[in-house]
């Protein structure tokens, strides 16, 4: 009963050939045996460390119990999406680093037994009942977590809800990012459908700021959500950038997740690198190097400039790509790209680098170590170094505040500067987590509620 149950997980060798998903869930009987570890702690720390409050002990205790569709009902009162926190959320440093259990041993597996609640709900439940409709209409600007979670809690709260969304699919990063072998698409999809089944909208193919514009949505509805994300990827400015070769992590795996660049016969294909460089170490670096090495890649290196314990990506992802064969590359970063006759990328030219005085973020400061410079062969480089939120929506509607690096300005209950016009997820934080999209889309949601209705 003291022993972790963790989730299984195919073998490097086995995986690394496929965009299957790498880990499997949990049964019945590895849930209710994991839930049987929770000491159900009156305080709850465990609560604390989730960014929308799930009830985890009140879920352990329906686990516990065989009640799966009960656990599901007491997830999805604050989390719409429990099959995909339960996969991508980073428990180890929310929920479950706060778990009692862990002080003298190891934490409850949290994210796994949500994982095998949100499963178990969307094999089984029924289709939703529409909520009564109340007469007020908002318009959602983005169907990533942000935006359906925002458009979840207003149809449950009785509006009519229509969501814009520029992509021909619903889901954001859910879909064009986070690749199939860690978040299927399927799955997503099924999670999205329960979000239109309470009634949404869904109007795929309308950029906002091109094909419809902020003062029209706010004359034709009672409220506006703006959650259009951070997509506009970050480069190095360094010379070569533009060789053929050389894109971004966005462009790489929009490719293969969104059009199915992995698959035979796609339409929409990407170079199938030999050599791949991966410039960066956060999740998005990780899932490029791993999709890179499923592509057929023969060494995929990730370059990044600090050291392995300022890597951003979460330790899980880390391994993982070391067990699938990416090798790492550290206290390093590239000063050139340099190409073939054909305008081809053949090298990338690097430098060593070491760690200065912290700086404004705490961490060491990474320096170029002088004479240090070194060149590796690529084919591919892949940048992964951040991205921003798209100006679209902002330049074609100045009254709107930005802030740094074009990020939405918003008050404590997430208003713009604009009447009405609610923002929230990585438009007004940049690049962060799905559960803190979702938590905003949910606080905007219930500041929208609250204004419509008098009361704040
Ligand atoms: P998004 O998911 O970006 O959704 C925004 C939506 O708005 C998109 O569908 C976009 O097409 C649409 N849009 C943009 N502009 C317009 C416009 N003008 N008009 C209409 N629609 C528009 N987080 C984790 O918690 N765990 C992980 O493991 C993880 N891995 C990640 C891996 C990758 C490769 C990436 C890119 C991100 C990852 N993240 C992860 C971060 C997480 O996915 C994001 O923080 C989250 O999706 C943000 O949600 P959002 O709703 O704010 O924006
Ligand atoms: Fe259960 Fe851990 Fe939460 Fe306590 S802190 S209720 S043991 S999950």
């Not at 094999?123 to 939703?128: L, R, S, Y």
């Not at 309470?198 to 795929?204: C, D, F, P, R, S």
């Not at 790489?252 to 960066?280: D, F, H």
């Not at 956060?282 to 400039?305: C, K, L, P």
């Amino acid at each position: 009963m003291n022993e972790r149950h963790n989730i299984p997980e195919r073998s490097p060798a086995d995986r690394r050939k496929d965009f299957f998903e790498v880990t499997s869930g949990f049964d019945k009987q590895t849930a209710m045996a994991e839930a049987f570890r929770c000491l159900g702690c009156k305080n709850a720390p465990c609560m604390q460390g989730c960014p929308v409050s799930v009830h985890i002990p009140e879920m352990m205790a329906a686990v516990k119990k065989g009640d799966f569709a009960g656990a599901a009902k007491i997830v999805k009162a604050t989390n719409f999406l429990p099959s995909v926190c339960g996969r991508v959320c980073p428990q180890e440093v929310q929920c479950e680093s706060k778990c009692v259990r862990g002080i003298k041993g190891s934490a409850v597996s949290i994210g796994a037994v949500e994982r095998f609640v949100g499963d178990y709900d969307l094999d089984n439940a029924k289709t939703a009942e529409k909520p009564e409709k109340i007469g007020k209409r908002a318009a959602i600007v983005g169907s990533g977590p942000a935006g359906l979670t925002c458009a979840a809690t207003l149809l449950n709260a009785g509006f009519d809800v229509d969501i814009y969304e520029s992509l021909h699919r619903a889901g954001g990063v859910l879909v064009y990012g986070i690749p199939e072998f860690r978040l299927p698409k399927e799955l997503v999809g099924k999670e999205i459908d329960n979000v239109i089944a309470l009634g949404a909208n869904v109007k795929t193919n309308e950029v906002v700021g091109k094909t419809v514009f902020i003062d029209e949505l706010c004359s034709s509805y009672d409220a506006v959500f703006i959650g259009s994300g951070a997509g506009l990827p970050m480069f190095m400015n360094i010379p070569g950038e533009s060789l053929n070769g050389v894109l971004s992590a966005n462009e790489y795996l929009t490719r293969i997740n969104l059009m199915g660049a992995y698959k035979e016969n796609c339409i929409t294909p990407v170079q199938r690198g030999k050599n791949v460089i991966v410039v960066g170490a956060g999740n998005v670096a990780m899932d490029a190097a791993r999709s890179a090495v499923r592509m057929g890649a023969e060494s995929v290196t990730v370059v990044y400039r600090r050291g392995r314990e300022e890597m951003p990506a979460r330790k899980e992802e880390i391994r993982h790509a070391e067990e699938e064969g990416v090798k790492f590359r550290l206290l390093a970063n590239p000063v050139r790209f340099t190409g073939d006759e054909n305008g081809n990328l053949v090298a990338v030219e690097c430098i060593e680098m070491q760690l200065g005085e912290p700086d404004a973020s705490g961490r060491r400061r990474p320096e170029p170590k002088p004479g240090s410079e070194f060149t590796i062969n690529a084919d591919m480089a892949i940048i992964a170094l951040g991205t921003s939120p798209n100006p679209l929506i902002s330049r074609s509607c100045p009254d709107l505040k930005t802030g740094r690096r074009g990020t939405l300005e918003t008050d404590e209950n997430l208003k713009t500067s604009l009447e009405n016009v609610y923002a929230g997820g990585d438009a007004v934080t940049g690049a962060a987590t799905v559960i803190l999209a979702m938590g905003a889309g949910k606080k905007a949601a219930e500041s929208i509620i609250s204004k419509l209705s008098g009361e704040q």
